[in-house]
């Protein structure tokens, strides 16, 4: 394990990505949210995936220089155009567009349409509540999820986010795959052969397996609940925007020299349009101490609010710096630009 700072950290993947084909200003749009994931201890959407675009950049499937572009189709409505570049960037700047047209409209919804994977949407929903304002942001991802009662892999994890500002720079940060499991939990599973537990994912026929090796396809948070929350991302970021839905949703993996034409949903609300903003924050930083104080139930030091673990860990690794393991800090300061390890790949195999 190797402690980085968060900007040495940033500086090592923005090389990488830019000696693979990237612009410059695109690469360290990707590396600045690549960092916030690794800062906020989601680790499954940081540095580990370098290698992954690098590979994807060099093969073609990441625009290089894109022609992005936004058209405000209402008055509180519009459509980004990623040209397939990198979502990160594509999805950071269409979120500055809902920010500007909620500070004037009160809401906004802005669809972002062919991009590549934008990573942990955490990003993208703190932007709007460093603002003073509400985020929410959705997006598609590769078909691995069986539907509930199904033995096929239909929608992709379609993660949710949500982030609202609290008092002092305060923010509640909700940010979730609809899956009860991220794929990465399960090759953790592979790496380390260990049995997973039974709601974890299904075998080729849809049965609960433990086994990570049998796996073939995750299952919905919740049951039909989860399944009905991908489904109506897939309808919002997908099917709303013209894009490819379903299980024709591009696989990450499927030849890295096409674009993936990804959808991605950003809605803004300006609390100011709806109630005085002090209070706003005043009433969810007097919820988020409701929460804290609350006895905790037996097994549990603390109720934490959404986010706090996440915020805890970037103050600590502001003072620590960022754990990155050895293997994926030997790739960020080796000359290879990638190893050819993804392309073609099924998701599903040993
Ligand atoms: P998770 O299960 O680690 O956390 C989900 C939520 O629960 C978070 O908001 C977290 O703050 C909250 N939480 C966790 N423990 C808590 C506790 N003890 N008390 C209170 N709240 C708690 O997240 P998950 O589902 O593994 O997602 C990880 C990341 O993956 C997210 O950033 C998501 O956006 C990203 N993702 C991105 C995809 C893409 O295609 N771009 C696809 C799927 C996920």
Known sequence: ??????????DLMKKKLNKAGLSEE????VADVLAHADARGVHSHGAMRVEYYAERIAK????HNPNFTFEKTGPASGVFDGDNGAGHVAAKEAMDEAIKMAKESGIAIVGVKHISHSGALSYFVDQAAREDLIGLSMCQSDPMVVPYGGSEPYYGTNPIAFAAPGKDGQIVTFDMATTVQAWGKILHARSKKVDIPEDWAVDADGNPTT???????LVPIAGPKGYGLMMMVDVLSGILLGLPHGNQVSSMYHDLSEGRDLGQLHIVINPS???????FKENLTSSMSDLNNMKPAPGFDEVNWPGQRSAAREKAYEENGIEI????YNYLVSDVVHNNNYDNKD???E
Do not use: C, W, Y
């Open 1 to 10: 394990m190797v402690r980085l700072a968060k900007d040495e950290l940033k």
């Open 26 to 29: 695109h690469a360290e749009g």
């Open 60 to 63: 073609g499937g990441i625009t």
């Open 211 to 217: 086994d990570p090796f049998k796996v073939q396809a």
């Open 273 to 279: 349009f709806f109630t005085n903003i002090d209070s």
């Open 325 to 328: 393991v050895d293997d994926v």
């Open 347 to 349: 998701p599903f195999a």
